[in-house]
């Protein structure tokens, strides 16, 4: 398996764009997870779902974020409109419930300008 | 909610000397407890873990120690090498279908 594969690598936008970010996840895991790592706030927990239905998304800082995952081999996370204080790299991971291991992409880094 | 708290922020060390990084959590039905290292343009990996029914764990030059009753957990790295050098990432998680809570990371230097 490719492991977690998060698309793009890199995202340059200008304010009040939007911006789709993409996780597919490990084939077998039913848990996937959207995080967010800034300097200030380190690992922040936006989203996670559980066999593709939200959880938890208490997180997600403010209504232009937005997360889907329509099966279980993809999700994505829409911020609309970007603002600069998103930027930020972003994390999605998965695992197969439990005492699992999660696996992490190797994030988005979004930048805002 | 569970709260996870690691310190120190930054720390750097000789190479060949041993570092130490110390977390502790607030909900007491935390039970696993992995270390996650993050080298740079990487995402966070799993090193090692630690189950609530153990209190201590050693792979090779790693090891981690868990203290229920005081609700801390400790990863160990000796013989320190250049490539340790990384931040490093200690969670706490709940059995169920609940996300790890991370703590801040550790920023790691070894210096040669």
């Known amino acids: 398996d490719a492991g977690v594969i998060q698309s793009p690598r890199h995202e340059v936008t200008e304010m009040g764009q939007e911006v789709t970010l993409r996780c597919k996840p490990i084939?077998?895991?039913?848990?996937l997870f959207w995080y967010r790592q800034t300097m200030m706030r380190g690992l922040e927990l936006l989203i996670y779902?559980?066999?593709?239905?939200?959880?938890?998304d208490s997180g997600m800082p403010e209504d232009r974020f937005s997360a889907k995952m329509p099966n279980a081999s993809f999700s994505t996370l829409k911020i609309q409109p970007s603002e600069p204080r998103d930027s930020a790299v972003y994390f999605c991971?998965?695992?197969?419930?439990?005492?699992?291991?999660?696996?992490f992409g190797q994030g988005t880094r979004l930048t805002v300008v | 909610g569970e709260n996870v708290e690691q310190h120190p922020s930054t720390l750097s060390v000789q190479e060949g000397d041993s570092a130490v990084i110390k977390c502790t959590y607030s909900?007491?039905?935390?039970?696993?407890f992995p270390w996650y290292k993050q080298e740079l343009g990487k995402g966070p990996q799993l090193i090692i873990d630690?189950?609530?029914?153990?209190g201590e764990k050693k792979d090779q030059r790693i090891a981690v120690t868990l203290n229920k009753t005081a609700k801390h957990f400790s990863l160990h790295i000796t013989e320190t090498q250049p490539e340790d050098s990384a931040v490093y990432f200690c969670?706490?998680?709940?059995?169920?279908?609940?996300?790890?809570?991370f703590g801040k990371g550790t920023r790691l230097s070894v210096i040669a």
């Open positions: 991971a998965s695992c197969s419930g439990g005492w699992a291991e999660a696996f």
């Open positions: 084939s077998g895991h039913n848990s």
């Open positions: 779902f559980n066999n593709n239905v939200p959880i938890d």
């Open positions: 909900d007491s039905a935390s039970n696993y």
């Open positions: 630690i189950r609530s029914n153990v």
């Open positions: 969670a706490a998680f709940i059995s169920g279908n609940t996300p790890l809570v």
